[in-house]
């Protein structure tokens, strides 16, 4: 019987608070973790992620999945994004700090666990948390090996540009339609302007060049929302890096919200596999 924490809370004293999730195999001693990062307009229960969780933990690696702070959701509502004045103030540097944070959070409170190894981390990121973990791990060095799926390769490009940035710029805020839920999901000016303070931490291509620990890049080629030409240039910057291409796979690997199955997708089953072979090797 797996044993599952399911929206637990991590609470900080001068910050938002981080929803998590935690899957666990008790029967396995010193299991290594994954920490596994959302996408943009995601959240930690999108789709077929609990059950990707479960299938690790029944093998044996523990998997923690989490909200980023700032996503949107709240600790009585972790689906979805009831909070769209938090989405708002969300920028790239708060997912980073969030991460850490969770990391640390790992390793202070399981250092004498007997089922988490906390000398054994690995970080997944999906599309713009591919980013996240890039950086991460390029600058943390309890992180072991790193995973990227339908990553993104730059975070620069991403931004609004001529018109739409100076009307961005004036207005203070720019929104985009979330396609499944209807919602206008505002964007304030602080998210380009830290970008901007940081950009030579948040430049992807400097994380990926001097990330030494093993880097898995898996990418599908019929992926429509990140092309799978980032995972090319993320694959040619590390040096690392291993490439696994999914034929016929779209930016979530078969999947979608709400997930009803019982079983995962044929896709996010290769995906599964691959990842279990690169720990494992």
């Not at 304030?188 to 990926?208: G, K, M, S, V």
């Not at 040096?239 to 979530?252: M, Y």
């Amino acid at each position: 019987m797996i044993v599952q924490e399911r929206n637990k809370v991590i609470n900080r004293p001068q910050d938002r608070p981080i929803v998590y999730d935690l899957f666990l195999n008790p029967n396995i001693k010193k299991a290594p973790l994954i920490i596994f990062c959302h996408g943009y307009k995601g959240f930690k229960d999108w789709g077929a992620w609990n059950l990707w969780a479960e299938a690790f933990a029944v093998i044996g690696i523990a998997f923690l999945k989490f909200n980023f702070s700032h996503n949107g959701g709240t600790v009585s509502q972790p689906v979805d994004f009831p909070d769209l004045e938090a989405f708002a103030q969300n920028n790239y540097s708060k997912e980073l700090d969030d991460l850490s944070c969770v990391i640390d959070w790992v390793h202070k409170t399981h250092q004498t666990n007997s089922v988490i190894d906390v000398e054994t981390i690995f970080l997944i990121g999906h599309s713009r948390g591919g980013g996240i973990v890039t950086i991460k791990a390029s600058e943390d060095d309890r992180i072991k090996k790193v995973i990227t799926l339908a990553g993104v390769s730059d975070y620069k490009s991403r931004f609004p540009k001529g018109d739409a940035l100076v009307q961005w710029q004036k207005e203070g805020v720019y929104h985009v339609e979330n396609k499944r839920t209807r919602q206008q999901m505002p964007h304030y000016i602080q998210f380009y302007l830290d970008f901007l303070a940081h950009e030579e931490r948040l430049t992807i291509e400097n994380a990926a060049q001097i990330c030494t620990i093993p880097h898995l890049i898996i990418h599908g080629d019929a992926d429509k929302a990140v092309s799978i030409a980032e995972a090319q240039r993320l694959h040619s910057w590390s040096s690392s890096s291993i490439f696994k291409c999914i034929e016929g796979g779209d930016h979530v690997f078969g999947t979608k919200h709400p997930w009803e199955a019982s079983k995962m997708p044929p896709d996010l089953e290769v995906v599964f596999s691959e990842i279990v072979h690169f720990i494992n090797n």
